[in-house]
């Protein structure tokens, strides 16, 4: 049973490795437009709540690859 689930339903692995790649993508590019919109438009506020969520999901995507044992 174990091994016909295997071959039915993939790798979690894999899986894991979707995600994460995912988690990142998302983390880094919400870095980069939090930077892109503090250097254009100064606003401190904006900048704040933007480090704030760039912070949080990056910490949910280290967090992720932790649990999961995917190497940094």
């Known amino acids: 049973m174990l091994l016909l689930r295997f071959f039915v339903m993939g790798s979690t692995r894999d899986d894991a490795r ?3 790649r995912r988690k990142g993508l998302v983390a880094s590019s919400t ?8 250097a254009t438009l100064g606003l401190v506020p904006l ?8 912070g949080y999901l990056a910490w949910r995507w ?3 690859r932790a649990k999961n044992g995917l190497k940094f």
């Not at 870095?31 to 503090?38: E, P």
């Not at 704040?48 to 760039?54: D, F, L, N, P, Q």
């Open 18 to 20: 979707k995600t994460s």
């Open 31 to 38: 870095a980069v437009a939090t930077g892109v919109a503090a």
């Open 47 to 54: 900048t704040i709540a933007g480090v704030g969520a760039s």
């Open 62 to 64: 280290w967090d992720h």
